[in-house]
């Protein structure tokens, strides 16, 4: 018994993708719903893996199998492969993942010089039938023969040329005679073989050509890429040909059974009369609206609208449909789930789910995480958009839209912004003394610095609109100039960026604020009821913890204390710390600090109502809250009165190699103990004196950069004597935690030890990806490009957590840390806590929350709900 | 029935060292040998633990088998507790492992007013009796009382102003009748209570003061630090006294049974008539050579002589004995393995092998590797240097000895010694670019840095004296200036270094060649014939190779390509590569280093003559190739033709925050794959034509920093097709292998994917523990000196392997990279592979082979047979 390879449309439906590829599937369930499909068959996706086990041959009885379902086609069509009548096919690839990496299409198969005659017999359309003939020619040259498509494409200019013609639709019937006569010898010269005139030759090569594009090196680097596994091989579908251009009752179109780009359920799409599919594509003639079909072929268009409702029911989904009318009788050559905008996306979801077409599961699946961004921030008018010129791009940094006037420093933003002007600010880059000028601005713009330079984490923190790495954009802070290829700004000049794209514009252009329209209240509401992970915020201003909130954060994950330390005049109290000869002199300068890292606190516990608020002890390196030029070093010194070479050596004594591995988080602690004293002094005055109103506060106090147990113990104790003190002083007792930040790889390789002590981790993994690639994140600039584009990274791994090596660390720490403490307290804020693939993964590992930047809670929470529903 | 708590001294013996501690086991050990000891008995550890039990409550029962045991003593001694012949005892703690965080001693209990006088009585001796009873008033108030031991020191000298004496020994028996009665005053006044006159309650109170003593804090801190785990408690060791200060036929004495110092098989060590221990040590009299006994008391000494010849004999060890001789009697004290020099070390364990006294492997275990270092490098003259002032002192960064005049820059290093001085060369720290300099010079002091430094790494591989973060030393470098304290100097001046040491000093002080004697040889070649480990070295010259095969390197691990592009002009092409505007112009720059790389490798491969060689590509980031500031970017212009602000932008755009983790390794071939093309070829061309030449040659080409498998593909694809191509070109086929470092922890953790495409493993454990646990190692001064000092570290990871962090990633790698490859070859290149508890671990994690710089080579061999046979 020989095995069968080839499938009628009428034998198969949609579950049979695996065998039949996703096309074929397709084409059977609509065949099999009494769908006017042209009829067809499809070749066996088992088919192409026996034709890679016999060393590319056919199996044995395939193409007898073909020949006896070319045969049904003819009966179904009244027509006959190489007849008088001829039946033409169209020959696709389809696997059971769509990939475009392989062959495509063959149209048009069946004709040579004999079939092309009885074609203008029976249409008595010469032009039509020649021009088919030419085009098939082509594309069986080029797909099925390997001949160079710009070989055909001089022979047709030349033709062109000879009868002085313009345009391809300006050949006479005769010209295009001397173009297939041209394209056979182009055929015979460059592949060394004749164009097979025989029709089943010219399948059978077809078929041959779809299974070898299987393992073409297109076909293996896109499997590769997009992670595409077992797949035995891909299918062919040979079908009937019906043509839109066969007269005024012909015509062919495009539909969607809702609006893609809006949701609104309402059909939508356009047609032509008297064409073929890619003259809707091609633009040379405007499609008109679906909705008037409705005149013109009125019984078609009825037929049209029940098909189409039909198919959302079936499909439960959103379909793009292709059709095609020939001599008044309508097919639908294709339908597939439509593509659609972000809104559209949420809209569709939540009112199919009130039709009671979907339920919210489905709902909640059918809209993707990452999509919501669009939806969060500013964006640009799309028609003066449009209209307008991008005279730059950069990164997209932070979506969202800002227009504003040029600053080129921090102050001058804040200045400005002070005297009432919108500010876009604009630098080489920025750094932690920038804080108050970027908060100040609509939008930020950098030259240098890639999607996790200071800029870029600061910016989406803040929700704000951000373009890095816009190396188009030479800026000269002191001249105070911005120059973008021949265009100079200065100072108060008018500029637009759009975050989402890395785009720049020059002056202004409208801007409209997000529609948080229902529709999305609801969806993500909805998330909610599906989610087992917490979603928190990281945020270290009232104002931000406020917008979180509103955003449905359940607590902070991350509230950096440096962030606070360069606020108005206090960066000068902590210099006069860092300056301190002894620790009485650095008690002095940390007793200023206290009242305003109290009020801080205080300002945060009370917008969070009893909500967690995690709090990262300081982290950054000394240094940094020191200038570094010697100019600056200068005029600092001038203020503080201190001599410039006292200032200096503290400067070059702080200096570090490489900081980021340096003398930073716990490890200052160690050295100063008085700063994570103070530290939790604020902390705890400021609870304890909430507690007093009747606030349930529980601090979580976080230790940074912990990679050994002993580090740990020893800042914790600080932190607990300290607390303890306090509340004996405030008469007043609270529950607290202590826990570490997991961002270091010895810490996570030691989270049993670090457990017994640690009352939570929190995975930091902008830090423990720095250390686990070995890649500074403000220096990879100069090769991940590269490494993407060799594809040597399929994603930066700053933007998407490396699942298979930082990801076993994080896994790694998770298993640790609950064998030594099994109700550890586990969540994540590096800025993978908003990315819905590495939401996933911590869902997956059995962490309790994720925090994320305040404008991708929403998008964590939908991730959050895909991840339980995928992993269900 | 009740437990036995006490065992006599002829109860036990050295097998019981858990129940009775080290020192209660050797006195039984000794006293079941016939050895004369004074009869004691042992109170066991399990009393002690029992002791903890009941909430520091003895034991029931065990106070009367204490007075059992005293019966016996005083059976044997004819002396009772408290009696007309007065018995009197010491009282000593002893855990199973010797611990000086514990009470001590207390002596000569049993005194009180009574027995003093009948003490008196005995001896006619009442100087000494009184003086043996204040001694023990003291040391019991201090040790079991808790009184101050100034207290006494007051009481003492007050009576000494009031008889206006100076010294004790000017006291006469009045006087120190009323030290007595002081004293006693004293212990009053301090403990609150009366001196017990009871000899048994003097008894029962020491016993409960040595249990006491295991949990005293000092004790329970020394366990942690060297992590004694497992142990009960301590013993007790009560026995009887004897005395050596009882007239001119006692005496006491300290002897070993070979000289520590030299390890010659001869009696040594030295005695005083009429004195007590404590006076040998004090040295207040000068003791006599023990040799000299034997005319004073010719049958004690006949007798000690056959009884260290026995206890050497039966302990198979050179011992350390202490006797004491009273009244014409010998007791031996003590014995104990004793302490020696190196070099002692090394003659004992050979001989005693020779001798039939031990076998190779106890031989072997005898040495410590790490001594070895003093047998490898110059050394002061000892008598000289002991004569001579420290001036300063810093980190004994590299081993050895330097004596040299002083050069501030290496540029004059180098002209200096071409013109042939000796040369020592002081800079604040050194860089890549003074390795000529630092060829040239004897030594190398910096005044900043750390144990691995760039100056202390490459002198440790050149096997050249360092000292490193010398901060009494203030350089200035360009006013040619090194100031110590009140002392400068200048160029040309002559310094000397004792590197092992980290000691400076003025001038000249003569210096001794390393003495590779016999037994050091004879060792070093028994411990090949146990360590499966083999040994390579770190090494990038042909005179390093050949340094370190005389060593008995077996090959070279690490062959660090960098270094050469330093060398004579090369830099100049180096420069002109990283200048250069496209791949034509480094390609043209890389064909100038290429005939240079290629003789470079030609001469070690001569050297190693068929051992493996790995080769590393290039590994820094390349701005470590260009000068940094104005004035050196300035002159290099100049010397290049081009502009300033060209070059200047050139540095600026290399520069990097984090250059750790920065665009460097493998990483740079990614960018600039003809780096690795011209290195390639320069290894296959070098190894063809010496394969022409007959020889046979392997080379093992390492590609850096690979933290991803695509990272390695990537290079491997280029380093195949580089080699092939060259083998083609010189019509030679030769076997090599291409590997990996595993450095980055990515690296480790995704070892099974990597081992797929790598031939080989060698752990970078420099990098591994930097990343591991976010050190960078030029900026740990800062905080690492501190956290091993508040003991968050046990020692500075980056010298010994941090087996618990680092260490996890390396045995991860291991079993990763055997899973995918069975065969895969293992090795560690870091600085670890010279360091004997790493090798330990290597060899216990199954690695091939360890490489280490060429002076280190011996002691890898002793180490690596340490592992061997620890852990059979």
Redesign the interface.
């Known amino acids: 018994m020989t095995e069968k390879y080839v499938y009628s449309f009428d034998e198969g439906d949609k579950s049979m993708k695996k065998l039949l590829g996703g096309k074929g599937a397709n084409l059977a369930e609509m065949t099999t719903l009494g769908i006017p499909v042209p009829p067809g068959f499809t070749v066996t996706t088992e088919a192409c893996a026996k034709y890679y086990e016999l060393g590319q041959k056919y199996p044995e009885g395939v193409f007898e199998e073909v020949r006896e379902h070319v045969k049904k086609v003819e009966e179904k069509m009244g027509a006959v492969l190489g007849g008088e009548n001829p039946l033409l096919l169209s020959v696709r690839s389809g696997a059971a993942v769509s990939m475009p990496g392989m062959m495509d299409t063959v149209l048009n198969l069946g004709l040579n010089d004999k079939t092309v005659q009885n074609l203008i017999d029976k249409t008595g359309n010469e032009r039509f039938a020649l021009d088919s003939y030419r085009r098939f020619i082509q594309m069986f040259g080029d797909v099925v023969m390997g001949v160079a498509h710009h070989d055909f494409e001089n022979a047709l200019e030349k033709v062109k040329e000879t009868k002085g013609v313009e345009f391809d639709t300006d050949l006479t019937a005769e010209d295009l005679r001397e173009v297939i006569s041209e394209y056979k010898k182009v055929v015979q010269e460059s592949a060394g073989k004749m164009f097979p005139e025989d029709p089943f030759e010219q399948l059978k090569l077809s078929i041959d050509a779809v299974f070898s594009s299987w393992n073409n090196k297109r076909a293996i680097t896109y499997r590769k890429l997009n992670d595409i596994k077992g797949l035995v091989g891909t299918a062919v579908n040979v079908q009937a040909m019906v043509f839109g251009n066969m007269g005024e009752t012909s015509g062919t179109g495009v539909c969607f059974t809702r609006d893609p780009s809006t949701g609104e359920n309402v059909f939508y799409g356009e047609y032509l009369m008297n064409a073929q599919g890619e003259d809707v594509v091609a633009g040379i003639r405007t499609p008109k609206p679906i909705s008037q079909l409705e005149e013109v072929m009125p019984e078609c268009y009825a037929q049209l609208v029940k098909i189409y409702q039909d198919l959302e029911k079936h499909y439960k989904d959103m379909q793009d449909m292709e059709f095609t009318i020939q001599d008044g009788v309508l097919y639908i050559l294709q339908t597939r789930s439509g593509k659609r905008t972000a809104p559209a996306a949420v809209r569709m979801a939540v009112e199919m789910v009130d039709e009671g077409l979907i339920d919210k599961e489905t709902a909640l699946l059918r809209v993707d995480p990452n999509a919501l961004n669009q939806l969060l921030h500013k964006q640009l008018d799309t028609i003066a958009k449009d209209k307008a010129e991008v005279i730059a791009k950069g990164l997209p940094a932070s979506p969202g839209a800002a227009v504003g006037k040029i600053a080129f420093t921090a102050e001058r933003a804040h200045e400005m912004a002070e005297a009432g002007e919108t500010v876009v600010l604009v630098r080489t880059e920025t750094s932690p003394e920038d804080i108050q000028g970027m908060n100040a601005s609509q939008g930020i713009l950098t030259s240098r610095g890639g999607m996790t330079s200071h800029a870029a984490v600061v910016a989406r923190g803040m929700g704000k609109c951000c373009i890095c790495g816009c190396s188009d954009a030479v800026i000269d802070e002191s001249s105070k100039k911005l120059q973008i290829k021949d265009k100079t700004f200065t100072e108060g000049d008018w500029i637009t960026m759009d975050g989402s794209a890395g785009e720049v514009f020059a002056d202004k252009i409208p801007v409209k604020d997000p529609e948080l329209s229902g529709s999305f209240g609801t969806l993500i509401g909805w998330a909610d009821e599906f989610r087992t992970l917490k979603i928190r915020t990281n945020a270290e201003t009232p104002h931000d913890s406020e917008v979180a909130k509103g955003f449905g954060a359940e607590g902070i994950g991350l509230c950096r204390t440096e962030h606070m330390f360069f606020e108005g005049d206090r960066v000068k109290a902590v210099r006069e710390m860092i300056l301190s000869e002894d620790v009485e002199g650095r008690k002095k300068a940390l007793a200023k600090l206290l009242p305003m890292q109290k009020g801080d606190f205080k300002g945060i516990f009370e917008v969070m109502k009893g909500l967690p608020v995690t709090i990262r002890l300081l982290d950054p390196p000394l240094h940094e809250f020191l200038p570094h030029t010697d100019a600056e070093i200068k005029s600092l010194a001038e203020e503080m009165g201190v001599t410039f070479e006292k200032l200096k050596e503290k400067v070059d004594s702080l200096h570090?190699?490489?900081?980021?591995?340096?003398?930073r988080g716990c490890?200052l602690v160690?050295?100063y103990p008085e700063i994570a004293e103070m530290q939790t002094r604020a902390i705890f005055e400021a609870a304890c004196e909430l507690a007093k109103d009747g606030q349930d506060i529980v601090p979580e106090v976080m230790i940074p950069?912990v990679?050994?147990m002993?580090?740990f113990v020893?800042n914790k104790k600080i932190v607990v004597e300290t607390a303890e003190k306090v509340m004996e002083e405030q008469g007043t007792k609270l529950k607290y935690m202590v826990g570490t930040m997991i961002?270091?790889?010895?810490g996570a390789?030691?989270a049993d030890d670090i457990a017994k002590e640690a009352e939570f981790f929190s995975f930091g993994t902008n830090?423990l990806t720095?250390?686990?690639?070995?890649?500074?994140r403000?220096?990879v600039g100069?090769?991940v490009p590269?490494?993407v584009e060799?594809?040597?990274?399929e994603n930066d791994p700053f933007q998407a957590l490396?699942q298979?090596?930082?990801g076993?660390?994080v896994k790694m720490a998770v298993e640790k840390g609950k064998s030594s403490r099994p109700d550890i307290k586990l969540g994540i804020c590096g800025e993978h806590g908003g990315e819905p693939s590495s939401i996933d993964f911590c869902h997956r590992v059995g962490l309790d929350y994720v925090s994320c930047s305040p404008f991708r809670v929403p998008i964590a929470r939908l991730a959050a709900a895909h991840a339980a529903l995928k992993n269900k």
């Open positions: 570090e190699l490489n900081p980021m591995l340096g003398h490890r160690v050295t950069l990679g050994h002993n580090e020893f961002e270091v790889p010895r390789l030691t830090d720095q250390m686990t690639f070995g890649f500074s403000d220096d100069s090769f590269e490494y060799q594809n040597i990274l490396d298979s090596g930082v076993q660390l």
